[in-house]
């Protein structure tokens, strides 16, 4: 059986994955207020399994959509943000695929995290982030799984294995057993990728919510516990009793909000399966 040293070993030889071109390009267009379906589409049209993806889920049930044909169609029946929002989770999604979790779980997860990230900013009376930043934050907070997951292979599903069936935060098992956790590796990852710095900040924090953490690393915080403590996990099946009471306080977000924040979170869920379909 692999020891917890040797998986440290392997760890330190990490080979990061190569960054998908699109996510590179939507990234640095992250805090452009005003960006065109043209612009889109250019992006889009790097990747033309992921414009086939963005047009099928343009065509959806849940869209509403029929004949759309191209990406400034699909702006115009989805709009800017969110067709911009929908590429980079496609062009994420098709990139990384996980060997020892399954696939389904872990991305509703980080779909339902990018779009409650997005429900907590309305409410939050303290902070403001621009959405798309949250969005992108809140899909890329576990990516540091899947470094883990290709890195350390069957020594991975071992750490999962345990965190499951001690129904305990993942996080903690890593830290036990390979003296990090997913959060510090994701950013790695994404340094490596020369994303925006704001990304690495949020996924680095994203368990650890007051000390120096930036208010997107708190909002995500927030959306992961809300989603987990929801069932929507990706897959190690801990429900956490509660979060960090501070936290509520430091957003500007009355915890008595819960229950309509619930509401709102279940039906945005039909939103990420739609794109999970699309994806496969
Ligand atoms: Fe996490
Ligand atoms: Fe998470």
Redesign the pocket.
């Known amino acids: 059986m692999t020891t917890s040293a040797e998986l440290v070993k392997q760890l330190d030889a990490v080979g990061f994955p190569a960054a998908p071109e699109v996510v590179v390009k939507l990234s640095q267009l992250l805090h452009t207020d005003w960006v065109t379906a043209e612009q889109l589409a250019e992006v889009a049209m790097l990747d033309a399994g992921i414009s086939a993806r963005m047009l099928r889920l343009a065509n959806s049930v849940y869209y509403r959509g029929r004949g759309v044909k191209s990406i400034a169609e699909a702006v115009l029946r989805v709009g800017i943000d969110g067709v911009r929002d929908v590429v980079y989770a496609l062009s994420l999604m098709r990139a990384l695929r996980p060997m020892q979790f399954a696939y389904r779980p872990y991305w509703r997860?980080?779909l339902a995290?990018a779009q409650t990230t997005q429900i907590l900013q309305l409410r939050a009376r303290k902070v403001a982030v621009p959405s798309t930043e949250l969005h992108a934050a809140g899909l890329l907070?576990?990516i540091g799984m899947l470094v883990l997951d290709r890195t350390l292979g069957v020594g991975y599903g071992r750490i999962l294995a345990n965190a499951h069936e001690a129904a305990r935060p993942l996080f903690e098992v890593e830290r036990e057993m390979i003296g990090t956790d997913h959060a510090d590796v994701g950013a790695r990852l994404l340094e490596h990728w020369k994303l925006p710095d704001q990304l690495a900040q949020a996924t680095a924090g994203?368990h650890d919510p007051l000390f120096g953490a930036t208010p997107t690393a708190q909002l995500v915080y927030l959306a992961?516990f809300v989603?987990?403590r929801h069932a929507v996990h990706?897959g190690t099946a801990y429900r956490p009793e509660a979060c960090v009471p501070e936290i509520w306080d430091a957003l500007g977000i009355a915890e008595a909000e819960l229950p309509d924040i619930l509401i709102e979170v279940d039906a945005s869920l039909s939103k990420a399966d739609a794109i999970l379909a699309a994806a496969s």
């Open positions: 997860h980080c995290v907070h576990d994203h992961d989603c987990n990706h």
